[in-house]
């Protein structure tokens, strides 16, 4: 285990009596303190590292977010706020010394708009639960991540996710209008509203991908899009990784964006296979799923061009959905990557980097050298038409040294996106996962740029501590900070 979390505050344990008996005050029914209903917040997505929260408190009402953010405002006590726990970064990982927030209770669809094309949600409702909402009027919410049949709309916001259909109608970001927000000191605002373009700095932007750091998220409106009139998807298998890589490229070079554009290797290709029987070719070396939608007419010419694109490149099988059911079933697989190569691995970390679509080829080569340099195997699951990569690194948290073996390859991966132009994280967030690397991306200056901005939203560093920033600076000091010749500000400060 290489990721220090921060220490507990043995004084705020002393109070922990307290600190129960004020939550109970402002949340009656929902506080949870005994060891078994603990257990069951101990880690999110991110299963290597576990903490038992101080206690868990789920409120129900802004208000009482509010409030209970105050309470430990002004007592100095932390509060890690948690959606669905899904986060695979730790961004929900609770600390011992710290409330949990659980949002699970904020979870009612507020108002659907059909002729605006929006809703307003509230944070816990699930991103499948918006779009069953409104189907039946043929209209969807378009971020689709494959957790999303659990995952929380306000983790969304919070990771800024995206899914399978991002590539054409963007990430979390560009779909959502507004949040109501409540900060660390109980003051409750709104940023964003119903309408594209709000005046004023753009502060919609910054709490959407804020990792739970900025403020609490009690209400989003999100853009609702019509159902497409047709939708398609082809199944193209190669005999290589870079053939298919390359097709990736090349469609897009043509000017073409696809719906989605996913790919998967033959590890993950056979594990989703024998999971959920979608039908894919186990005799190739990698599969790329494309789905096209539009006019019906639109979608054909889209097929024929990308036909002929993936035919130029060699691909070994070609198919295109003839049905509904058959283009749901080329996606089963794909969305149930994740689950299906836990069947065929003790333990995997799922690893999420972006980089220049066109360093695909190069970078999965080099991904096989870390491999063999590692002793791991590695399935790959990627967002191809995004650069964006989930590799998954098989091991077994039993064998003494797997772990800190699956990490380093982690991180020589991601060092590898930063190398060829690309960045830290996709679309799971920094956490703490990814909270060490940031330098490799990041200089002191940009970093401590990031945490003025942190500090303006919550000065006391009490929300989430221990995720995104490689070190804990005071604000006090943060403000004061000036880099000579790169040496580290402040090198007496207690760093993680
Ligand atoms: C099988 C699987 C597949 C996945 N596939 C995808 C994918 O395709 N695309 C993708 O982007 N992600 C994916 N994820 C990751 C994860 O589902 C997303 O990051 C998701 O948005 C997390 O939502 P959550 O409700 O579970 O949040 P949590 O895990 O509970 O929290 C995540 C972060 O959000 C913060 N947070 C939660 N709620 C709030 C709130 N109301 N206000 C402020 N901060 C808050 C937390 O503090 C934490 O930092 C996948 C995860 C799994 C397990």
């Known amino acids: 285990?290489?990721?220090?979390?921060?220490?507990?505050?043995?004084?705020?344990?002393?109070?922990?009596?307290?600190?129960?008996?004020?939550?109970?005050?402002?949340?009656?029914?929902?506080?949870?303190?005994?060891?078994?209903?603990?257990?069951?917040?101990?880690?999110?997505?991110?299963?290597?590292?576990?903490?038992?929260?101080?206690?868990?408190?789920?409120?129900?009402?802004?208000?009482?977010?509010?409030?209970?953010?105050?309470?430990?405002?002004?007592?100095g006590v932390k509060v890690v706020p948690r959606g669905a726990g899904t986060s695979l970064s730790g961004g929900a990982l609770p600390l011992g010394d710290a409330v949990l927030l659980g949002m699970a209770r904020f979870n009612r669809i507020l108002s659907v708009d059909y002729e605006a094309?929006?809703?307003?949600?509230?944070?816990?409702?699930?991103?499948?639960?918006?779009?069953?909402?409104?189907?039946?009027?043929?209209?969807?919410y378009a971020p689709d991540p494959s957790s999303q049949i659990a995952c929380s709309i306000g983790g969304n916001v919070a990771e800024n996710s995206g899914g399978v259909h991002c590539l054409k109608y963007g990430l979390t970001t560009n779909n959502v209008l507004g949040v109501e927000c409540v900060l660390m000191n109980g003051d409750v605002l709104r940023f964003g509203g119903e309408t594209l373009e709000p005046p004023g700095l753009d502060l919609l932007?910054?709490?959407?991908?804020?990792?739970?750091?900025?403020?609490?998220?009690?209400?989003?409106?999100?853009?609702?899009?019509?159902?497409?009139?047709?939708?398609?998807?082809?199944?193209?298998?190669?005999?290589?990784?870079?053939?298919?890589?390359?097709?990736?490229?090349?469609?897009?070079?043509?000017?073409?964006?696809?719906?989605?554009?996913?790919?998967?290797d033959a590890p993950a290709i056979r594990a989703a296979e024998e999971f959920v029987h979608a039908g894919y070719p186990l005799d190739v070396a990698a599969l790329l799923i494309v789905e096209v939608d539009g006019p019906l007419a639109e979608c054909d010419h889209l097929i024929e061009e990308i036909t002929a694109l993936a035919e130029r490149r060699g691909c070994a099988t070609l198919r295109v959905s003839r049905s509904e059911e058959e283009r749901l079933r080329f996606w089963a697989g794909?969305?149930?990557?994740?689950?299906?190569?836990g069947r065929i691995a003790a333990d995997y970390i799922c690893m999420d980097g972006t980089i220049p679509r066109r360093r695909l080829p190069e970078v999965l080569r080099r991904m096989a050298e870390l491999s063999l340099k590692h002793r791991l195997d590695v399935a790959n699951v990627f967002h191809a038409g995004d650069g964006n990569l989930h590799p998954l690194i098989l091991y077994d948290a039993a064998e003494s040294d797997q772990l800190a073996r699956a990490e380093e390859f982690g991180n020589d991966i991601l060092r590898v996106c930063v190398e060829v132009g690309g960045v830290l994280t996709g679309e799971h967030g920094v956490g703490i996962e990814k909270r060490d690397l940031m330098p490799v991306m990041f200089s002191e200056l940009d970093l401590a740029q990031q945490e003025r901005l942190k500090c303006a939203f919550d000065p006391g560093h009490l929300l989430n501590p221990g995720k995104v920033f490689p070190q804990l600076h005071r604000c006090a000091e943060l403000g004061r900070v000036h880099v000579h010749r790169g040496a580290l500000p402040h090198p007496d400060l207690p760093r993680l």
Do not use: H, W
């Open 1 to 75: 285990m290489s990721i220090t979390l921060p220490a507990i505050d043995p004084a705020i344990v002393a109070r922990r009596d307290c600190v129960i008996e004020a939550l109970r005050g402002i949340v009656a029914d929902g506080v949870l303190t005994d060891p078994v209903s603990l257990k069951a917040y101990e880690c999110d997505g991110f299963s290597a590292y576990r903490q038992l929260p101080l206690v868990v408190v789920l409120p129900e009402t802004t208000e009482q977010v509010a409030a209970v953010l105050k309470y430990c405002s002004a007592e």
């Open 117 to 140: 094309g929006i809703a307003v949600v509230q944070p816990g409702v699930t991103n499948l639960a918006v779009t069953r909402a409104v189907e039946g009027r043929d209209f969807y």
């Open 205 to 264: 932007g910054v709490v959407v991908g804020s990792e739970g750091l900025l403020g609490v998220v009690t209400e989003v409106t999100v853009r609702l899009l019509r159902k497409p009139p047709a939708t398609k998807a082809m199944l193209i298998g190669f005999k290589s990784v870079e053939d298919a890589g390359q097709c990736v490229a090349d469609v897009i070079a043509a000017g073409i964006i696809p719906a989605g554009m996913e790919m998967m």
């Open 334 to 341: 794909r969305k149930a990557a994740f689950p299906a190569v």
